[in-house]
């Protein structure tokens, strides 16, 4: 079914109410219509639920904010019999989500951004198994970013401090990093690490470890289908914020016709490690 921010919205505040004064003539009638109206509201925030858990737009809710064009093909969750989770993300020609309507170059997402800020200079993990079926852009995509709002005196575009991005077939590894208290203009990326995109139509098994420091201590290693691929060692990676960025994961790409879709399965982050899931991942959906 097609969802909206407004949807999200009735699903998470619809427990609100306030409690009726009692009517000493006919208090009893009162009392019943009362507990009739709140019987109503309970069923209506019940089916309310159970449709959107259909496309795991209320567990989005919970931990992310969900920005995709309204469409009813857009994002679904589901989960395999054999427990696996699958976020599944897909873009078609002009698929542009509200809050991209404030650029000119028709940039085109459907992504799920954490409500988590996570700190600096300590290592953060975060693991997933991927698959993308249909046809990739020429343009540039975005499959994973750790991001940062701007702060007080800094423009509202602050691009991410890393991102994982799909660019002329091939997978790049791009930080940023700025020593200034404020980042008052447009900082270069880095390119950390490039390999050739993946194959279409098979699940690649990703676990990353980050730690964010502008100052030059910070490190990015990379493990694929269980080999490590990557090791950057001490790098500057990061902005001088009070408040450390948040992840993201969906696709998020350029002015485009193609019909791609993007799954993520198993998706977790944190600050725990997740060195386990090298050898020993989630299963893949059966």
């Known amino acids: 079914m097609p969802y909206s921010n407004s949807a999200l919205n009735v699903a998470r505040n619809g427990r609100g109410g306030h409690r009726h004064p009692r009517n000493k003539r ?3 009638r009162l009392i019943l219509r009362s507990g009739t109206a709140l019987t109503t509201a309970v069923a209506l925030l019940t089916a309310i639920l159970a449709a959107l858990s259909g496309t795991g737009v209320a567990e989005a809710a919970e931990n992310y904010k969900l920005r995709c064009a309204e469409q009813s093909y857009s994002y679904k969750q589901t989960t395999a019999p054999n427990g696996a989770v699958v976020r599944r993300h897909e873009l078609r020609a002009g698929d542009m989500a509200a809050l991209d309507a404030k650029y000119p170059d028709g940039r085109q997402r459907c992504e799920m951004i954490g409500k988590t800020d996570y700190p600096f200079r300590t290592p953060v ?17 975005t499959m994973s970013q750790f991001h940062r709002s701007p702060e007080t005196g800094e423009p509202a575009d ?34 950390r690490y490039s390999m ?18 502008y100052a030059g201590k ?4 990379f493990w694929l289908n269980g080999v490590k691929k990557y090791s950057s060692g001490p790098i500057s990676m990061g902005y001088n ?16 016709n193609e019909t791609t879709t993007f799954e993520f399965a198993n998706v977790e982050v944190g600050t ?3 060195l386990g899931r090298v050898t020993n991942p989630k299963p893949l959906p059966n």
């Open 26 to 28: 006919g208090g009893n």
């Open 125 to 141: 993990w975060f693991s997933y198994s991927f698959r993308q079926t249909g046809t990739m852009p020429s343009t540039w995509v």
């Open 158 to 191: 602050k691009p991410p401090a890393f991102l994982m991005q799909q660019q002329k077939g091939r997978l790049n590894f791009l930080t940023r990093s700025d020593t200034r208290v404020h980042t008052t203009s447009r900082v270069d990326p880095v390119v």
């Open 196 to 213: 050739p995109w993946f194959p279409a139509n098979t699940w690649q098994r990703i676990v990353v470890s980050l730690t964010f420091d």
């Open 218 to 221: 910070g490190n990015i290693t």
């Open 241 to 256: 914020d009070t408040v450390g960025p948040h992840f993201a994961h969906g696709q998020y790409r350029g002015k485009a």
């Open 272 to 274: 725990t490690s997740l």
